[in-house]
């Protein structure tokens, strides 16, 4: 497709379970990011790759979430022993590269409800 | 370091009244700007950005926004209220090409037949 493509689009979890969120961003999109959206709140960011590797991880809350980008295309948003707080909605964005002026663009979002 | 301030979490207005939405930012470097639109149940939806090119934006959907430097805002605006634009509005600013967006809490606009 043409946009971002973030699957699943709900994924309904009880606490302490393992979690993969999976992003395809646009083709040709070098730079991924994952923000996360709480209900009431803003996007706050996570996590943000150049090609496979992040550039910087700052917004991951805690040790139990992780990301990857392999081939520096689809990447995963991993969280282990998921706690209640880690629901929410997680979104992906990508962006041609480094040059432009920013615009991010973004997929419709994973909303994980952890029970 | 960057944030911004979206004065206001719900806005109403009168279908055919003017909307306008309140952002200031602060940025340790010259910001690019944007103001992003969600939908219900929908993704995010670039409206406008402010690039240092000039400083009043139009964006679609008849929105426009001015960069006032001197305020530190970048305020959104419409003439003319549509029921389609019942939606929540999120200002956000990047300090830095590369770098992540920081966004505000969002203003969730109503509009009133």
């Known amino acids: 497709g043409a946009g971002v493509s973030q699957t699943p689009s709900n994924k309904v979890t009880e606490k302490g379970k393992y979690v993969e969120l999976r992003c395809d961003p646009i083709?040709?999109?070098?730079?991924l990011y994952w923000y996360r959206q709480s209900l009431g709140q803003g996007p706050e960011f996570l996590i943000y790759?150049?090609?496979?590797?992040?550039?910087?991880d700052s917004g991951l809350p805690n040790d139990r979430f992780f990301a990857v980008r392999p081939e520096g295309s689809v990447s995963t948003l991993k969280i282990q022993r998921t706690e209640r707080g880690d629901s929410a909605v997680y979104l992906c964005?990508?962006?041609?590269?480094?040059?432009?002026?920013?615009?991010?663009?973004f997929g419709e979002g994973s909303r994980l409800t952890v029970l | 370091a960057q944030s911004v301030t979206q004065l206001g979490s719900h806005v109403s207005v009168s279908e055919g009244a003017l909307v306008l939405l309140r952002c200031n930012y602060s940025?340790?470097?010259?910001?690019?700007l944007f103001w992003y639109v969600q939908y219900p149940n929908q993704g995010l939806q670039l409206l406008l950005k402010y690039t240092s090119a000039a400083t009043l934006v139009k964006g679609i959907n008849g929105f426009e926004a001015e960069f006032k430097k001197s305020e530190t805002s970048f305020h959104l605006t419409k003439p003319s209220a549509h029921m389609s634009d019942a939606a929540e509005y999120f200002c956000a600013v990047s300090g830095q090409r590369g770098n992540q967006l920081t966004f505000g809490k969002g203003t969730k606009l109503s509009v009133i037949p």
């Open positions: 964005a990508s962006r041609p590269g480094l040059a432009g002026s920013g615009e991010l663009f």
């Open positions: 940025s340790s470097v010259p910001p690019y």
């Open positions: 790759f150049q090609g496979t590797g992040a550039a910087d």
């Open positions: 083709s040709g999109h070098t730079a």
